[in-house]
Nanobody, 122 residues
């Protein structure tokens, strides 16, 4: 079964850190580029970060640059999103997705996880 499963979400106060994980099953997804997106209540889903198959290319949304780091462990078929200095505006459901190449374009991602909630209080 081909799927992406996110974990690591939670509730915390502003200034704290969380690490999200995205585990992939299925040969196709395990070697794919990945992205993280998020959707806050009442807002459209937005790009957060992306990483290439090898991990050599990363890209971030301006709103998270310098605070979030995307990485991957291909031996574990897992991509991570380290989130530091969290702000209340980071509150959202975070989704992991897989595509053929690292991109900010949501419509390039063919597989999506179920999402994990991150809530940051002030």
């Amino acid at each position: 079964q081909v799927q992406l499963v996110e974990s690591g979400g939670g509730s915390l106060q502003a200034g704290g850190s969380l690490r999200l994980s995205c585990a992939a099953s299925g040969q196709t997804l395990s070697t794919s580029a990945r992205g993280w997106f998020r959707q806050a209540p009442g807002k459209e889903r937005e790009f957060v970060a992306t990483i290439s198959r090898s991990g050599g290319i990363q890209s971030y949304a301006n709103s998270v640059t310098g605070r979030f780091t995307i990485s991957r462990d291909n031996a574990k078929n897992t991509v991570y999103l380290q989130m530091n200095s969290l702000k209340p505006e980071d509150t959202a459901v975070y989704y992991c997705a897989a595509s053929r190449f690292a991109t900010e374009r949501e419509n390039e991602y063919g597989y999506w996880g179920q999402g994990t909630q991150v809530t940051v209080s002030s």
